[in-house]
């Protein structure tokens, strides 16, 4: 019974995993360095009318065509730097998922260090004031403050 | 007291910070094209109701114009259309019209339907142009000057608020300083 379940299950699986496989984007190019950088490309430029998908993953018309310059592009030679700037000379930096380091954003980038930062300043002065104080402390014997 | 002031007074700021967020973002998921303030980009493309003519950007130099993208397969273009009957009427600034991936047959039928209000209307079959146009979703409206420069853009339905407050200025506005 349990061995029948499994074997369900993994067919279920098997079936899921074909069906994701063939997907939308159909895609193949000759030269497998060339279909890996479509595949990376495509999956990190964002489809503008959905927005929160990839190209690779939308089943718009305008992502259909997005595709197809990525891999026109890739043929003709252009490099992966080259491509995403053509994207985000027309849809702007928007369409890269993965946003690039700037002095426009360089306060986004830098504000969490430098939070820490000055969390570990307070930290340290607190530290310091209590030690002090305690070493003021005439009624407190000497041992206490070495432990 | 002091104890709280310090929490309080950050609190405030943030508040003070969101509340600025949030009236100030009107145009919540617009995205701001890189093309504002840069040469239109360019094209050559077939017209859809002059057989054998091609019009390029080129030829549109040199005086104001809209650029307007639809498709008859979308349905806010519908919802524009009676506003650029008005803007034809009107006689401010010429429409011309990007067909952006549709049918030449349905679009003909449609400005025959509903009205013509292009001045010219140019086929973008293959949908390359609208790319280089940064074009995400009919319909579109681009604003461009004589100089061929795109000075602002409008995504979604043209409506009588967008034709005043943002259009119109910038015409006047220009006809006035030169």
Redesign the interface.
């Known amino acids: 019974m349990r061995r029948r379940a499994q074997l369900a299950i993994g067919a279920a699986c098997a079936v899921l995993w074909a069906l994701s496989a063939s997907g939308l984007d159909t895609t193949v190019l000759a030269d497998p360095a060339l279909q890996a950088r479509y595949v990376a490309l495509t999956h990190e430029l964002r489809c503008m009318q959905c927005q929160n998908e990839s190209i690779a993953d939308s089943p718009v018309d305008l992502a259909a065509d997005l595709r197809n310059q990525v891999r026109e592009q890739l043929l003709a030679g252009k490099s992966d730097e080259q491509i995403r700037n053509w994207m985000s000379a027309r849809y702007g930096e928007f369409i890269l998922f993965r946003p690039r380091y700037s002095w426009r954003n360089a306060w986004l980038w830098g504000a969490p260090g430098a939070l820490l930062l000055l969390g570990a300043l307070i930290c340290w002065r607190i530290v310091r004031t209590r030690t002090t104080l305690l070493a003021q402390d005439p009624d407190l014997p000497e041992e206490d403050l070495r432990s | 007291m002091n104890r709280f002031l310090i929490p309080l007074g950050v609190f405030a700021l943030l508040a003070v910070v969101l509340v600025i967020g949030i009236f100030h973002s009107p145009d919540k ?1 617009i ?5 504002l303030g840069k040469p239109a ?1 360019t094209f050559a493309l077939p017209a859809l109701l002059e057989e054998q003519r091609t019009v390029s950007t080129q030829e549109l130099k040199g005086r104001w114009y809209l650029l307007n993208v639809w498709g008859t397969w979308c349905g806010e273009c519908r919802a524009e259309h009676e506003m650029l009957l008005k803007v034809k009427q009107s006689g401010t600034v010429p429409l011309i019209g990007m067909d952006w ?1 549709d049918d030449d047959v349905q679009a003909r039928a449609w400005l025959v339907q509903l009205g013509n209000p292009y001045e010219t209307v140019v086929v973008d079959r ?3 142009a609208a ?4 074009v ?2 009919a319909p579109e409206t681009f604003l461009v000057n004589p100089a061929g420069i795109i000075v602002y853009k409008h995504v979604g339905a043209l409506t009588d608020e967008v034709w005043t407050r943002e259009i119109l200025p910038r015409l006047t506005g220009a006809a006035v300083k030169s």
């Open positions: 998921g995205i701001v094209s890189p093309l980009p991936k293959d949908g390359r790319i280089d146009w940064g995400y979703g």
